[in-house]
């Protein structure tokens, strides 16, 4: 609904103001999960709080004790992939962010790709290599203080599975 407005009032807009406009309503959009999320209280929130905030997530993930884990991904351009588990009453248990250091360094060569995309959310990109032959996912990441962008990588074999990981920053100039 806002998307359709903000595009009835931008056709009488030069085209720098439109990009603009774009850009604030993009920004304005993922500036919100912060108080969304902040909004939501592990024990006490409930599935459907959770998708009035948030939506309806991008996968639901079942776990083993009857929780289930609600991934939703701020990408392609985002570096936050959030990872919200409930239990089998629809409770809020807790609120992860799955582009860490520390789960980057969980993956091991032979896990699988569903075991990838269950630890760390949609992947931004996917790239195939038929001359290597290797597919790649990538995730934007934070970047460190001197990079302007960073990329995490999960490289795969052809019948996937994990044979390595590598990373990417881009520094201004």
């Not at 991904?73 to 248990?93: A, S, Y």
């Not at 360094?105 to 699988?112: D, M, P, T």
């Not at 290597?132 to 990079?147: D, F, T």
Request: net charge positive.
């Amino acid at each position: 609904m806002i998307a359709a407005s903000l595009l009835r009032y931008s056709r009488g807009m030069n085209p720098l103001s439109r990009t603009l406009a774009a850009l604030a309503s993009i920004i304005g959009f993922y500036g919100c999960d912060g108080a969304h999320l902040a909004e939501l209280k592990p024990g006490t929130s409930t599935a459907q709080q959770v998708r009035e905030r948030l939506g309806a997530p991008v996968a639901e993930w079942p776990n083993g004790d009857g929780s289930v884990t609600w991934e939703y991904p701020r990408g392609p351009e985002g570096t936050q992939c959030w990872m919200l588990t409930l239990n089998e009453r629809g409770v809020l248990l807790k609120v992860e962010q799955a582009l860490t250091e520390e789960n980057f360094a969980r993956i091991e060569k032979g896990w699988s790709a569903e075991r990838v995309r269950r630890l760390l959310g949609k992947p931004r990109n996917e790239a195939k290599f038929p001359l290597k032959p290797e597919v790649v996912w990538e995730w934007r990441i934070a970047p460190s203080a001197s990079a302007s962008s960073a990329f995490f990588h999960v490289h795969f074999s052809p019948d996937g599975f994990v044979t390595g990981t590598s990373r990417r920053e881009e520094t201004p100039g």
